[in-house]
């Protein structure tokens, strides 16, 4: 349990931060995942300006940031004010932190994009990837997933399930 005192004392730490940043190219990667359960955290804490603070460099260095956290519905409404491109949090078919039909509630209430991280429940949805999928693209209306693949056949099965759903992105004119 921390003290006032000592959840006033955290503070952002530029030269570690941007250290972190140079592993990473926007060019080749103009995602910048960020959050996750330290996002959780500090939220929690009521240091939103931290995660400000992040996002305000992450989008100086070029990236475009993503928050992630991991509880769905504590950290969506929480992390609403950040000026990131999507929201990205742990939902399936069959589990979110805590509240599976809250957080389903919320996803799809909420304004901004949001993306599913774990879609196939740790590879238990995989048989049933296109189900998995249409719940959450055509349910949730999220705008992405990010699947663990272990493998060149689940990567093949994901595929094969994500080829019946149309793309976010239009066709590009040639």
Same mark, same amino acid.
């Given at each position: 349990?921390?003290?006032?005192?000592? +959840?006033?004392? +955290?503070?952002?730490?530029?030269?570690?931060?941007?250290?972190?940043?140079?592993?990473?190219?926007?060019?080749?990667?103009?995602?910048?995942?960020?959050?996750?359960?330290?996002?959780?955290?500090?939220?929690?804490?009521?240091?939103?300006?931290?995660?400000?603070?992040?996002?305000?460099?992450?989008?100086?260095?070029?990236?475009?940031?993503?928050?992630?956290?991991?509880?769905?519905?504590?950290?969506?409404?929480?992390?609403?004010?950040?000026?990131?491109?999507?929201?990205?949090?742990?939902?399936?078919?069959?589990?979110?932190?805590?509240?599976?039909?809250?957080?389903?509630?919320? +996803? /799809?209430?909420?304004?901004?994009?949001?993306?599913?991280?774990?879609?196939?429940?740790?590879?238990?949805?995989?048989?049933?990837?296109?189900?998995?999928?249409?719940?959450?693209?055509?349910?949730?209306?999220?705008?992405?997933?990010?699947?663990?693949?272990?493998?060149?056949?689940?990567? /093949?099965?994901?595929?094969?399930?994500?080829?019946?759903?149309?793309?976010?992105?239009?066709?590009? /004119?040639?």
């Amino acid at each position: 349990m921390f003290t006032q005192k000592e +959840i006033d004392r +955290i503070a952002f730490d530029p030269p570690r931060f941007e250290e972190a940043l140079s592993f990473f190219d926007p060019e080749e990667s103009p995602f910048l995942f960020m959050g996750e359960i330290y996002g959780d955290w500090l939220l929690a804490l009521g240091r939103i300006d931290l995660l400000h603070e992040m996002v305000s460099r992450v989008r100086g260095r070029g990236f475009i940031p993503i928050f992630s956290g991991q509880w769905a519905t504590f950290v969506l409404p929480k992390a609403k004010p950040l000026d990131v491109a999507a929201y990205a949090v742990p939902i399936n078919k069959k589990w979110s932190l805590f509240d599976l039909q809250r957080a389903s509630d919320l +996803i /799809k209430k909420f304004e901004k994009p949001v993306i599913s991280l774990n879609p196939l429940a740790d590879g238990t949805l995989l048989n049933e990837s296109e189900g998995a999928f249409s719940f959450l693209f055509d349910e949730l209306k999220i705008v992405a997933a990010v699947p663990g693949i272990a493998s060149p056949g689940e990567a /093949k099965t994901l595929v094969e399930a994500l080829m019946k759903f149309p793309s976010l992105i239009p066709p590009r /004119k040639t």
